[in-house]
């Protein structure tokens, strides 16, 4: 139990060190899992646009030619 609570200490302090980082208009792609935390730790006057992904590429269904959207390319 002891080794979790640690563990989750350390992405906290992971966290807050990655938010010092960040700046007011920075957009901002940190990826999936811990980094999401950052956000939790930014002073309120910093506004940052956080970007995510969507999902893994190479996995998944894949669209037949001509049935994706208008703004993506295959």
Do not use: C, W
């Not at 807050?16 to 935390?37: H, Q, S, T």
């Not at 970007?51 to 996995?59: M, P």
Request: proline residues 3%; negative net charge.
């Amino acid at each position: 139990r002891r080794r979790q609570e640690l563990m989750e200490d350390a992405k906290i302090v992971i966290s807050k060190r990655a938010a010092r980082f960040l700046n007011d208009g920075d957009v901002v792609n940190l990826g999936i899992g811990m980094p999401e935390m950052v956000a939790n730790y930014l002073p309120e006057d910093v506004h940052v646009i956080f970007q995510s992904e969507n999902g893994i590429i190479g996995t998944g269904i894949f669209r037949n030619t001509g049935t994706s959207g208008q703004n993506i390319s295959l």
